[in-house]
């Protein structure tokens, strides 16, 4: 019964014997939970051989039902569902929604043991597919259980993104941020800009390691997602009800972009036709100028950004812009002047709070790093409230803007406490690019060791929000940048099995985290490893990397002691 994440709700076994799946079993999908049963037949059916054959009209199947169906009194969230089997009619699955009915056909996947993940039959026709006993009432602590995949520090292949969504799924997290851009590449095709992906989604070469380090990869390196690429991540997502939301970085990590369009940048400080796509990492200086021309550049992509993601929110990013162009430049001035601005702040907050309005005007929500709240024009905001009877909070952000609070936990509880939504992802608890130990034999280590435990004990909602601030919280996400992994294989590293424990946090009810109970969950891992296997995901294991993921000779950047928790 080791599932993961563990049922929030009840869940209670029989020891009265299973329900075994069968060539007779048939597959029945009441109205409205089609989507889930084709999953099922592609997915089990491959798994185990079984046809899981729709019910004739009339037909009183010999081998038992697997049944799905809907009714809101499933659940008290769209996303809750109920399990039952019983040994002699067989698997009912009823969801509160369609999402629901999805959730409760992975956790009928996990009970069929470690095989039902592998893409064809294994042990021969006459296997017996048993389901254990059971009743389960599931549901989501999180409405947003996300994952974000970085692809422009290093490309991923769309195969990879479409197996990375089926490795959510089978976490039941819900939301996947493609980060599509950065000063190290651009990722999507933009019909309109089209030296974007041209020029910008390729570099020279390639830093091995971190800034200090000596190395180059000397190959180029580079790549992008065609529109048609992209609607096919999306539906493919979208089937497995998950929502993707695009990454665009404004007004820093844009050195990609400017690469592509040099007078994006700041013409007057430096000659920005020179610039590269950055073949290194870290904050860079080169950052987009503030004029009339970048802000309806990126109304266009933006426009065509809209065309291909249909979810509610899109992230514009909105860190680590470094403030120093802007200083030396007379244009950068000028508009800091024309604007009543106070400095490159209150400079850069305008920037931000343009894209906020425009994504509002169009239906869509605005989420970007910690970083937009400050500089917020406070004077100006409060000016603008008073002339439209609200409307923004005290940052000048609309209302319904976001935010993915990242450097720690600060950032969130002071936009909670403004009235933003808040998506906490501390990089000291849910940066998977940190290293997993001490051990010298964590390859490229960066910053200070989080292993499965320390995200096991991951809490999202600050203790010192007040209930109505907590609510702000609609969920938590788990961040892997790409800067030093460079293959599928380091990235599966990286990501597995802490992500399978961000899993748990992001949908299980769980005590405090001292309270957590460590020994079952790591109990439970043990038959979840066996999934991976199944899978084909190449984790750390937990006593170490072994030969072929560690990387001699290439120096990280590690931090002694625990992660400041600010």
Same mark, same amino acid.
């Given at each position: 019964?080791? =599932?993961?994440?563990?049922?929030?709700?009840?869940?209670?076994?029989?020891?009265? &014997?299973?329900?075994?799946?069968?060539?007779?079993?048939?597959?029945?999908?009441?109205?409205?939970?089609?989507?889930?049963?084709?999953?099922?037949? #592609?997915?089990? &059916?491959?798994?185990?051989?079984?046809?899981?054959?729709?019910?004739?009209?009339?037909?009183?199947?010999? &081998?038992?039902?697997?049944?799905?169906?809907?009714?809101?009194?499933?659940?008290?969230?769209?996303?809750?569902?109920?399990?039952?089997?019983?040994?002699?009619?067989?698997?009912?699955?009823?969801?509160?929604?369609?999402?629901?009915?999805?959730?409760?056909? @992975?956790?009928?996947?996990?009970?069929?043991?470690?095989?039902?993940?592998?893409?064809?039959?294994?042990?021969?026709?006459? %296997?017996?597919?048993?389901?254990?006993?059971?009743?389960? @009432?599931?549901?989501?602590?999180?409405?947003?259980?996300?994952?974000?995949?970085?692809?422009?520090?290093?490309?991923?292949?769309?195969?990879?993104?479409?197996?990375?969504?089926?490795?959510?799924?089978?976490?039941?997290?819900?939301? +996947? !941020?493609?980060?599509?851009?950065?000063? @190290?590449?651009?990722?999507?095709?933009?019909?309109?800009? *089209?030296?974007?992906?041209?020029?910008?989604?390729?570099?020279?070469?390639?830093?091995?390691?971190?800034?200090? /380090?000596? =190395?180059?990869?000397? %190959?180029?390196?580079?790549?992008?997602?065609?529109?048609?690429?992209?609607?096919?991540?999306?539906?493919?997502?979208?089937?497995?009800?998950?929502?993707?939301?695009?990454?665009?970085?404004?007004?820093? !990590? /844009?050195?990609?972009?400017? #690469?592509?369009?040099?007078?994006?940048?700041?013409?007057?400080?430096?000659?920005?036709?020179?610039?590269?796509?950055?073949? /290194?990492?870290?904050?860079?200086?080169?950052?987009?100028?503030?004029?009339?021309?970048?802000?309806?550049?990126?109304?266009?992509?933006?426009?065509?950004? +809209?065309?291909?993601?249909?979810?509610?929110?899109?992230?514009?990013?909105?860190?680590?812009?470094?403030?120093?162009?802007?200083?030396?430049?007379?244009? $950068?001035?000028?508009?800091?002047?024309?604007?009543?601005?106070?400095?490159?702040?209150?400079?850069?907050?305008?920037?931000?709070?343009?894209?906020?309005?425009?994504?509002?005007?169009?239906?869509?929500?605005?989420?970007?790093?910690?970083?937009?709240?400050?500089?917020?024009?406070?004077?100006?905001?409060? @000016?603008?409230?008073?002339?439209?009877?609200?409307?923004?909070?005290?940052?000048?952000?609309?209302?319904?803007?976001?935010?993915?609070?990242?450097?720690?936990?600060?950032?969130?509880?002071? $936009? $909670?406490?403004?009235?933003?939504?808040?998506?906490?992802? *501390?990089?000291? !608890?849910?940066?998977?690019?940190?290293?997993?130990?001490?051990?010298?034999?964590? *390859?490229?280590?960066?910053? !200070?060791?989080?292993?499965?435990?320390?995200?096991?004990?991951?809490?999202?909602?600050?203790?010192?929000?007040?209930?109505?601030?907590?609510?702000?919280?609609?969920?938590?996400?788990?961040?892997?940048?790409?800067?030093?992994?460079? /293959?599928?294989?380091?990235?599966?590293?990286?990501?597995?099995?802490? =992500?399978?424990?961000?899993?748990?946090?992001?949908?299980?009810?769980?005590?405090?985290?001292?309270?957590?109970?460590?020994?079952?969950?790591?109990?439970?891992?043990? $038959?979840?490893?066996? %999934? =991976?296997?199944?899978?084909?995901?190449?984790?750390?294991?937990?006593?170490?990397?072994?030969?072929?993921?560690?990387?001699?000779?290439?120096?990280?950047?590690?931090?002694?002691?625990?992660?400041?928790?600010?």
């Amino acid at each position: 019964m080791d =599932l993961i994440p563990t049922p929030s709700h009840k869940q209670t076994y029989s020891a009265d &014997g299973s329900f075994a799946l069968t060539p007779g079993t048939v597959l029945v999908a009441e109205p409205g939970t089609e989507a889930t049963a084709r999953w099922l037949r #592609a997915t089990l &059916g491959a798994a185990t051989g079984l046809p899981l054959a729709p019910a004739a009209p009339g037909e009183r199947p010999v &081998g038992g039902v697997v049944r799905l169906a809907l009714d809101e009194r499933a659940s008290g969230s769209a996303e809750g569902y109920r399990l039952t089997v019983d040994p002699v009619s067989g698997v009912r699955i009823t969801g509160a929604g369609p999402a629901g009915v999805f959730w409760g056909a @992975q956790t009928l996947r996990q009970l069929l043991g470690p095989d039902a993940f592998r893409r064809a039959p294994v042990g021969g026709p006459d %296997r017996a597919w048993q389901v254990p006993a059971c009743h389960l @009432q599931d549901a989501p602590r999180f409405g947003w259980r996300g994952f974000m995949l970085d692809v422009a520090r290093h490309f991923m292949p769309k195969d990879v993104v479409l197996r990375y969504l089926d490795l959510m799924a089978a976490h039941k997290l819900n939301v +996947l !941020h493609l980060h599509l851009t950065d000063d @190290q590449g651009w990722r999507v095709r933009i019909e309109r800009y *089209p030296r974007l992906t041209e020029v910008g989604a390729w570099r020279e070469r390639t830093k091995v390691g971190l800034r200090e /380090s000596p =190395l180059w990869d000397e %190959r180029p390196h580079g790549g992008y997602y065609t529109q048609d690429d992209i609607r096919e991540i999306v539906a493919y997502a979208a089937e497995r009800h998950i929502t993707v939301v695009p990454e665009i970085d404004i007004p820093g !990590h /844009s050195q990609a972009a400017i #690469a592509a369009y040099p007078e994006l940048g700041n013409t007057d400080v430096i000659d920005t036709t020179t610039l590269p796509v950055l073949p /290194s990492w870290g904050v860079n200086a080169n950052v987009l100028a503030p004029t009339d021309n970048t802000l309806r550049f990126y109304e266009n992509v933006l426009t065509e950004v +809209l065309d291909l993601f249909p979810g509610t929110f899109v992230h514009i990013g909105g860190d680590e812009c470094p403030k120093e162009q802007w200083r030396e430049s007379a244009t $950068a001035q000028a508009r800091i002047k024309e604007l009543g601005l106070a400095d490159e702040d209150e400079l850069q907050s305008w920037l931000i709070r343009h894209f906020d309005g425009w994504l509002a005007e169009r239906g869509r929500r605005l989420i970007g790093w910690d970083e937009i709240l400050e500089g917020g024009n406070r004077a100006e905001a409060r @000016q603008e409230e008073a002339a439209t009877g609200g409307g923004t909070t005290a940052f000048g952000l609309g209302e319904g803007a976001a935010v993915s609070s990242w450097r720690g936990y600060a950032g969130g509880i002071a $936009a $909670a406490r403004a009235g933003h939504d808040v998506v906490m992802c *501390p990089q000291s !608890h849910v940066y998977l690019d940190w290293r997993q130990s001490e051990s010298a034999d964590e *390859p490229v280590p960066i910053a !200070h060791a989080r292993g499965l435990e320390d995200v096991y004990r991951f809490e999202p909602v600050p203790p010192e929000l007040t209930e109505q601030e907590a609510a702000r919280v609609i969920g938590t996400q788990a961040n892997i940048w790409t800067e030093v992994m460079d /293959s599928v294989r380091v990235l599966d590293y990286m990501a597995f099995p802490r =992500l399978a424990a961000f899993a748990e946090v992001a949908w299980s009810e769980l005590p405090e985290p001292a309270a957590r109970d460590w020994p079952d969950f790591e109990r439970r891992m043990t $038959a979840h490893y066996a %999934r =991976l296997d199944a899978l084909g995901v190449e984790y750390r294991p937990a006593d170490g990397p072994l030969p072929w993921q560690r990387r001699p000779g290439v120096v990280g950047r590690p931090k002694a002691g625990p992660p400041p928790i600010v």
